[in-house]
């Protein structure tokens, strides 16, 4: 009798455990209209990244060590970028990575959704993963 309670408690927790990770797998729930897409130049500690409003368009230009630590080109580039989610194009305030490519390059940087809006985009750092790196708009170098 008293295997069968830990084997029924044993299966009732495992199934919760997956229940609970499973969760993970769908989208969020936006909940609120879509953000408007970034516009302007937004400013970091290791270069800028320029936007053009159209949700698709950027021109950045990261410091040598931030270039070096994602492999996209150096010097000032015109790529595109895409918030995404898991395998899909998502709104940034919900978004899990931003994605910047060019010259047949690309970059997933990992965003902190909670902190990016349409005035700040919060990236973990490829440099030191413990960082995060702010990007802001009409922030200037010195900003962290």
């Keep these: 009798m008293k295997k069968t309670v830990v ?5 009732i927790s495992l199934l919760l455990l997956l229940c609970a990770c499973g969760g993970r ?5 936006p909940g609120t209209p879509e953000p408007p897409a970034h ?15 159209d ?17 996209l080109p150096g010097g000032e580039r015109s790529g595109s970028y895409v918030f995404l989610f898991q395998h899909g194009q998502w709104r940034y305030d919900k978004a899990e ?5 060019a010259s047949d390059a690309f970059y997933d940087f990992i965003n902190d959704f909670t902190v990016t809006d349409e005035n700040t985009i919060a990236l973990q750092s490829p440099i030191n993963g413990e960082e995060t790196i702010l990007f802001k708009k009409g922030g200037n170098a010195d900003n962290e």
Excluded at 25 to 29: A, Y
């Design 7 to 11: 084997l029924i408690a044993l299966a």
């Design 25 to 29: 797998d769908q989208l969020p729930d």
């Design 39 to 53: 516009d302007g130049v937004f400013t970091s500690e290791h270069g800028t990244m320029t936007f053009h409003g």
């Design 55 to 71: 949700g698709e368009s950027i021109t950045f230009d990261f410091t040598p060590e931030l270039q070096e630590a994602t492999g």
């Design 97 to 101: 990575r931003l994605r910047i490519s």
